[in-house]
């Protein structure tokens, strides 16, 4: 995978509060078993009418708003454990989402696909969809080796936590398996240790 370490991008705010899983994407697309394609029903029942005409309201429909973060409202992924939501948000094009609340297991099914959860406060997210507001050019930059969200807009910053064995894998571009691999040689001289 592409290594993370710095992104620096305008945004695609999303100012709804309980976005849960099957609105991020709907149950009857689940029976794909390849990642590919989810992207494109990505909030479907959202961008898309019952005669599958775009919704000229819903942000994504709006040429306005690109880039490679989502800002959402509070309380975003919960719902089922369907991994599919974040397959639909990276095969979108979304690299980091940006919350001030995410459900525990969309938080792990997103960084499992290497999106970016970044969990700021109230009056932060409050100032970037305010920024935006103003502005759909701003942009917002996420420094995951200092682990810092700037809005760019303002110049104000925030901390943002995250896993640090997932950081690392983020840093490096290693999925699970790469980052064992990564660890061959201690592993093999802890084993020989042993023996």
Request: negative net charge; contains cysteine.
């Amino acid at each position: 995978m592409e290594k993370f370490i710095t992104l620096t991008s305008t945004i695609v705010p999303l100012p709804i509060e309980n976005v849960d899983t099957d609105q991020i994407i709907p149950a009857r697309f689940l029976k794909a078993t390849s990642k590919e394609g989810f992207g494109d029903n990505l909030f479907r029942d959202w961008r898309y009418d019952k005669n599958d005409q775009p919704v000229e309201s819903f942000v994504l429909n709006n040429p306005v708003y690109k880039g490679e973060i989502l800002v959402a409202g509070k309380n975003f992924g919960s719902g089922s454990s369907r991994e599919h939501a974040a397959w639909a948000i990276a095969g979108y094009g979304f690299k980091v989402v940006v919350s001030n609340f995410f459900a525990d297991i969309f938080k792990n099914n997103a960084m499992n696909n290497f999106v970016l959860p970044v969990v700021v406060s109230d009056s932060f997210l409050a100032e970037i969809f305010e920024s935006v507001g103003e502005n759909p050019e701003i942009t917002l930059t996420v420094d995951l080796e200092n682990q810092q969200i700037t809005n760019n807009a303002t110049g104000n910053a925030e901390h943002f936590a995250i896993n640090a064995y997932k950081k690392e894998c983020f840093l490096n571009g290693f999925d699970d398996i790469d980052y064992l691999l990564s660890k061959k040689d201690k592993i093999v001289e802890y084993e020989n240790v042993l023996i």
